[in-house]
């Protein structure tokens, strides 16, 4: 196990199309390891292996309800909507508003090519959406609504109070 380079946003690996995982091997459970410790070590709620620079598709994701390895992805069915803040370890220092699906079932192999089925909600569904899209090249800056910062956002929230008090 070991703690893998992040690659940011100007990397050309962040926009590359991945290929699928053809052998479950002792390399691709190295490779889901040290993913699953680089995104603990960053305080990050998912990683997909084209931020460490390994265009295959496979992600890890823990957003509080355990740890999950997902080998080949896909997202066979989404329900309703939800827009909330999003951030990226390969996009350090920023964060912006996207739109996302609030139901997600996605379809995958686990390390050893065993299927994998899993229905996710809420910001489970928003983790999910945001690492599938990075093994198609896509980040989030691509479809965010808009970008948030902290400053704008607080003197938004100031000249609202004021305009309610007058
Ligand atoms: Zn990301």
């Not at 196990?1 to 990397?11: C, L, S």
């Not at 069915?77 to 370890?89: K, M, R, V």
């Not at 997600?104 to 569904?125: M, W, Y």
């Amino acid at each position: 196990m070991a703690i893998r380079k992040i690659i940011e946003i100007g990397d050309d690996k962040l926009r590359k199309q991945c290929k699928p995982v053809e052998k479950f091997d002792k390399r691709l459970k190295i490779l889901l390891d040290d993913m699953a410790d680089t995104m603990y070590e960053a305080n990050g709620v998912g990683l997909a292996a084209p931020q460490v620079g390994i265009l295959r598709r496979v992600v890890v994701v823990d957003v509080g309800e355990g740890l999950f390895k997902l080998v080949n992805p896909v997202i066979v069915e989404t329900e309703g909507e939800q827009s909330g803040p999003e951030g990226c370890l390969s996009v350090p220092g920023r964060s912006g508003i996207v739109t996302r699906p609030m139901i997600v079932t996605v379809d995958a192999q686990d390390e050893n090519g065993e299927p994998v089925h899993l229905r996710t909600e809420g910001f489970f569904a928003r983790a999910i959406c945001h690492e599938l899209d990075h093994l198609d090249g896509v980040l989030y800056v691509d479809k965010m609504d808009r970008e948030i910062f902290d400053d704008e956002e607080y003197e938004e929230y100031d000249e609202e109070y004021e305009e309610d008090e007058e």
